[in-house]
């Protein structure tokens, strides 16, 4: 099988390793990919936000499935080009995508499946901004009704700063924010593969959204992951399956908008039971970079099963037992506006720590073929082992090997779940 990636973060990368181990692949390419990729596979030049280059590159490649990483490129509706054009691929339709594109649209769809989230009123003004903090009160959560790559949520015990994230989302065009109720508990990223019909879920994963131990400071894109969850209910994932996956795939079967690729389910677990916080409508990062890390299965079968219809006739998937986290290397000033074409050495030193490896995100090669840092998130770092404990010291033990001026990464990733200490409400 020929497979063509779109994307360029460490996500992608964690797919392309993947895919480059599965015996069933004989041609690998990414596009646009990153200095890390171009080691594992064939990378062009692409602008994500041109779906006909997409559709060009695809097609003069010859591939036999494209797997869509990233939600931008979904939401413009690329995998309904490529499908128009006969192609195989691993991703949502335009429509479909407005899961993760639209919170007001998955608030409608959550609505009409029965599925547990949190209570929530889409606000077109401060007035209706006003009424909605006042009724849920403190801790204030507020959200950008598109996309903002992680960063449109705000979660604040301080009303100013709350109506000021709202009217900022107000302002741009066609503005629109959501207002919810807190949510307490432990989160979940769970990650269920769809075809539209039948689903299968992976395995799930703790993110760590926010940029500074102790969960302070502002949210990122995710600062690190792991997987498994020692500390998760019994039957979680048949939970969230029955309870919250399927009757969402069906809702959107059922409007006409099949929904093929991946499911995130964003869960916490409250004390008054499971509640989505948030639906994607592509895989997670960095959570993917644990959760392929520890599937045996070779990958290119499932996603391809999941583009073609074929998901209910699949063998069941199986897992490594061990563990596995992720922690992010960030440049420095990330999250805001990172500062760039900072070289990174110590690859080669990180890469021969036992059980760990380095995963690439924003990097590319200079004029004389060095790495140097392209992104806010640069590196993930990833450590197997045993056991959680094992996994983390392998992963920043790679992670000290590396040396980027002024990068910062968290340091508690998997802390409080190797120590048991958290807790269900
Ligand atoms: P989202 O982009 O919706 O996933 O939100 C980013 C992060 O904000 C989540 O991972 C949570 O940590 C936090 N968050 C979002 N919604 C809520 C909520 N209703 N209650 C508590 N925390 C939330
Ligand atoms: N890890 C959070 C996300 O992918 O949106």
Redesign the pocket.
């Known amino acids: 099988m020929k497979v063509l990636v779109l994307g360029s973060g460490a996500r992608e990368h964690a797919l392309v390793r993947s895919l480059a181990a599965d015996p069933d692949v004989t041609e690998l390419h990414a596009a646009p990919g990153n200095a890390g990729i171009a080691a594992d596979a064939t990378v062009h030049r692409l602008d994500l936000g041109d779906t006909a280059a997409a559709v060009a590159l695809a097609k003069a490649l010859g591939v036999d499935l494209v797997v869509v990483g990233p939600e931008q490129p979904l939401v413009i509706g690329v995998a309904d080009r490529l499908r128009d054009a006969g192609i195989t691929t691993f991703g949502p339709s335009q429509q479909a995508a407005a899961l993760e594109g639209s919170k007001a649209f998955a608030k409608d769809v959550m609505a009409a499946a029965g599925v547990p989230t949190a209570m929530a009123h889409v606000c077109e003004n401060l007035d209706e901004v006003d009424a909605a903090l006042d009724q849920f009160g403190a801790p204030y959560v507020v959200k950008d009704d598109g996309l903002a790559a992680?960063k449109g949520v705000v979660v604040t015990d301080d009303r100013t700063d709350a109506r000021e994230h709202a009217a900022a989302c107000l302002a741009k065009d066609g503005g629109r924010v959501v207002i919810e109720e807190y949510l307490d508990g432990p989160e979940v990223?769970l990650f269920v593969i769809s075809d539209g019909e039948h689903v299968v879920p992976l395995q799930p994963a703790q993110?760590f959204?926010r940029v500074s131990d102790g969960d302070l400071g502002p949210n990122t894109?995710?600062m690190g992951a792991y997987s498994p969850l020692p500390w998760a209910p019994e039957g979680l994932v048949d939970d969230v399956v029955a309870r919250v996956v399927q009757p969402t795939v069906d809702e959107l079967r059922r409007r006409g908008t099949p929904f093929v690729g991946v499911v995130y389910a964003g869960l916490a677990i409250t004390s008054r039971g499971l509640r989505v916080i948030e639906f994607?409508a592509r895989f997670?990062?960095?959570?993917t970079q644990v959760v392929l890390a520890r599937l045996q299965t070779p990958i290119s079968r499932l996603l391809q099963a999941a583009a073609t219809g074929g998901l209910g006739t699949l063998e069941p998937l199986r897992w490594h037992d061990g563990a596995a986290v992720v922690v992010v290397v960030a440049a420095e000033n990330y999250p805001g506006t990172p500062v760039t074409g900072t070289a990174i050495r110590g690859l080669d030193e990180a890469a021969a720590v036992d059980g760990a490896y380095v995963l690439h995100a924003g990097t590319a090669l200079d004029a004389v073929g060095d790495v140097v840092s392209s992104g806010g998130r640069v590196l993930s770092v990833v450590g197997l082992g045993s056991d959680l404990a094992e996994a983390r010291e392998r992963a920043y033990g790679a992670v000290d090997a590396i040396d980027l001026p002024g990068s910062h990464h968290r340091s508690d990733i998997a802390l409080a779940a190797e120590l048991g200490e958290i807790r269900l409400p």
């Open positions: 992680g990223s993110d959204k894109g995710g994607n997670g990062d960095p959570e």
